[in-house]
């Protein structure tokens, strides 16, 4: 029992569980305000068009409740029993979704503009200091002084190499002899 807690704490303890939560509070609230857009602002302007005070009351009454005298507004015929057609909700629903997908969408577009424009920004920065390394390495090289040429070697030592060699043919001569 130990184990499945440490294991689901540690689950719990990623950073994307964490990410998601984080997202769907801040969901949850931005479906809050996209509500209250429909509703406040953008229902009273349908509202205004169609003719009716709210486009969430537009309905079509299929059915009539049985000895219902109440008001005929949806949530009235609906609590009385009536067979109600509401097109104003399931309107008032799209149109909340279509708000929230456009939000979405900008969101989402935003983020990745940002994070293109970040990784070619880092990109030309490190180019530029890749390019500033060469140059300097280059100046480096130029700026040092060339290697001083070798000595020419005294007569000793030429007289020296020419033992040598001459000894070097001689053995080789007589190894070829001896085959």
Not at 23 to 48: C, E, Q, R
Not at 109 to 123: L, S, W, Y
């Amino acid at each position: 029992m130990r184990k499945f807690f440490q294991e689901f704490q540690a689950f719990i303890s990623k950073g994307n569980v964490l990410d998601l939560a984080v997202a769907v509070i801040i969901g949850a609230a931005f479906s809050k305000i996209v509500d209250s857009l429909v509703k406040d602002i953008i229902n009273p302007i349908l509202g205004v068009l169609v003719g009716r005070a709210y486009s969430v009351c537009l309905f079509a009454l299929l059915k009539d409740a049985p000895n219902y005298t109440g008001p005929q507004t949806y949530e009235g015929l609906v609590k009385a029993g009536a067979t109600v057609f509401g097109y104003g909700a399931f309107l008032t629903a799209i149109v909340q979704f279509l708000l929230l997908a456009f939000a979405v969408f900008w969101l989402i577009k935003i983020v990745v503009t940002a994070r293109t424009r970040i990784a070619a920004e880092a990109d030309r920065l490190l180019n530029a200091k890749h390019k500033e390394e060469e140059e300097a390495k280059a100046a480096a090289q130029a700026a040092a002084p060339a290697p001083a040429p070798a000595p020419a070697p005294s007569t000793e030592e030429l007289e020296l190499l020419r033992e040598i060699r001459d000894l070097l043919k001689a053995q080789k001569g007589t190894a070829v002899k001896d085959e």
